[in-house]
């Protein structure tokens, strides 16, 4: 079963264009992990945090992902790192247009 | 500009099947929301979590559906309740083949 994982943590920069330049290697590079089907990814310079939205093929996926990817947030120096993963209720999705193919 | 919007509160069910059942009238009803583009609705049985991803055409249509939304999970009960507003990078995002339209 499919599984959204939900990461945010503190960040103070760069953002935006300077965030794009910066990321777009490990972008690609998360096309390789195991199971990922996409990744939104997430940033607020007014509230000073990052993170991702993204959507696995299953579980064990899904926390093997956020293990590797905490301690790699972690030795970048950031911190406040929060990860949940979660079902994805798909008939109450599928009301409201949610982006997830059955 | 779209933004993302984040929310998660604690919440021990109904889940899957019976949550689907309680809350498509409500779900329906989001649909009606002022810049609402999609939900993607989130539970977690293990975590005794719930929330949603939604995206939004702007700013203050998700600011607006945040304080709504936050009064009403208060009103039923719900607690710590967590919501953060995110721009998405969009660029990195059609990378890992995130679900967002430019």
Known sequence: M??????????NGPFADEMTDALSEL??????EPGLIW????????????GGI???D???N?????????????????????GRIFDVNMALTSINQGPIAK
Do not use: P
């Not at 499919?2 to 945010?8: M, N, P, S």
């Not at 972008?27 to 390789?32: H, L, T």
């Not at 899904?62 to 929060?82: D, E, P, V, W």
């Open 27 to 32: 972008a690609a590079s998360i096309n390789n």
């Open 2 to 11: 499919k599984k959204l994982l939900q990461v945010d943590f503190d960040f």
């Open 58 to 60: 299953n579980e064990a």
């Open 62 to 82: 899904a926390k093997a992902y956020l293990a590797m990817h905490s301690a790699r947030l972690t030795a970048m120096g950031l911190s406040n790192i929060r």
């Open 54 to 56: 993204y959507l696995f």
């Open 39 to 50: 990744k939104i990814w997430t940033e607020s310079e007014t509230s000073q945090l990052a």
